[in-house]
């Protein structure tokens, strides 16, 4: 499912930050296969042997391919300057490369018409933060939609719920659905156990976390010990935070309800943080619900989705391995540390056509 909801991921971003379709659907494409050769050769993280990573390829590849999703990315710039589509003002682009050339042109006070194009410098700029947006922008998502598919199959009954959510805003005949969504985007607001199911699930199974700078009067008590902050970088550690008993209660149980209007017990403000909190928290976290919004309404009424792991092992010639798969919160498919955390043998899955449309 993992690759599946990646290329997913990656051909939304790239609409969203490029304009383009990548295709990583149906076809290859330049930028991703060097994207995900990059990814490939970036050193794991968190092995305790450093000399496991050593590798003297390793720069000569990292060189090679971020050369190729620069060059592509550099050549979408110029064709998008030269089209100068973004500066249109009855058409205002919202295209994450057409925003920064715009504000290119306003930083230069001219016009894009009469500019040779971006320097080199503002190239570079953009370019990394192309790749940022790349990167974050498909890597967490793709994660959230196979740890949902995972937990609902687990639990039968809140699928059930969702399904009945999902009926009474866009009726029995799901054929409908994606217009209804095109022509009345606002009814993806009116899906509080869909929310309530994304947010458990960032709960229970966080993509992703971050670093802040420590500082002067910051501290943190831990066992009676009161530790500075001051010259460290301090992680906060969402997975933690996430299970912790006196926040959530039954931290390890499956429980949407939890994030509903008339939930038993109040969640204390900023203690849910999948996207971090503050002015550098996560730039794209409406548009990963509204991802997560859309797929479940147009997948979850017409598919089951099942996690087959000892089936997976069969296949891949490991039966001696079969059974014998460790768990961690009872979960064989837990998280590992991939660049983000994502679910461990990619989350195999089985997928049933259990409605057709009409
Ligand atoms: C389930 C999906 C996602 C999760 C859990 C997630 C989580 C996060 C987290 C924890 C951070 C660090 C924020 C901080 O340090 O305060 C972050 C940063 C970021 N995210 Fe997301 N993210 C998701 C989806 C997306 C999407 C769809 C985009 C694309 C538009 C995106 C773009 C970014 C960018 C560009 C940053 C860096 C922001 C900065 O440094 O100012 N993320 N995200």
New binding site residues.
């Given amino acids: 499912m993992e690759d599946a909801s990646m290329r997913l991921?990656i051909d939304i971003?790239g609409r969203?930050?490029l304009d383009t379709d990548l295709h990583s659907q149906i076809s290859g494409n330049e930028l991703v296969s060097a994207f995900r050769h990059l990814m490939a050769w970036t050193p794991k993280i968190g092995r305790w042997n450093p000399f496991l990573n050593a590798n003297p390829l390793r720069p000569v590849m990292t060189w090679w391919y971020t050369r190729k999703m620069d060059h592509y990315l550099r050549n979408v710039i110029d064709r998008r300057f030269a089209s100068q589509r973004y500066t249109a003002p009855d058409n205002k682009s919202k295209h994450?490369v057409d925003l920064a050339l715009d504000e290119y042109c306003s930083q230069n006070s001219r016009s894009a018409q009469t500019l040779a194009g971006p320097d080199k410098r503002f190239k570079k700029a953009v370019i990394d933060?192309m790749k940022?947006?790349l990167f974050?922008?498909?890597d967490?998502?793709s994660?959230?939609i196979c740890y949902v598919y995972h937990l609902l199959q687990l639990h039968p009954q809140h699928l059930a719920k969702v399904r009945q959510e999902h009926d009474e805003i866009f009726g029995f005949d799901i054929s409908k659905a994606p217009d209804m969504i095109k022509d009345n985007p606002q009814l993806l607001g009116r899906l509080p156990y869909t929310l309530a199911i994304i947010k458990e699930t960032?709960r229970l199974y966080?993509?992703?976390?971050?670093?802040?700078m420590g500082s002067e009067g910051i501290t943190i008590t831990s066992n009676g010990q009161t530790y500075p902050t001051k010259g460290f970088l301090v992680w906060v550690n969402?997975h933690a935070l996430s299970r912790r008993a006196d926040i959530f209660p039954s931290p390890d149980s499956f429980m949407p309800q939890r994030f509903l209007a008339d939930a038993p017990a109040e969640i204390p403000r900023n203690a849910w943080?999948?996207?971090?909190?503050?002015p550098?928290?996560?730039?794209?976290?409406e548009?990963?619900l509204l991802?997560?919004k859309i797929l479940m309404v147009l997948s979850l009424r017409e598919f089951s989705m099942q996690t087959v792991i000892e089936e997976w092992q069969k296949s891949y010639g490991n039966s001696a391995a079969v059974g014998k798969v460790d768990e961690v919160y009872g979960d064989k498919v837990y998280q590992i540390l991939q660049s983000t955390a994502k679910p461990r043998y990619g989350m195999p899955m089985t997928v049933t056509r259990t409605a057709v449309p009409i």
Avoid: D, M, W, Y
């Fill in positions: 991921t971003i969203v930050v994450i933060n940022t947006f974050a922008g498909h967490t998502t994660s959230l960032l966080p993509p992703a976390s971050t670093l802040r969402n943080r999948p996207f971090e909190k503050g550098r928290n996560c730039i794209g976290q548009l990963a991802e997560l």
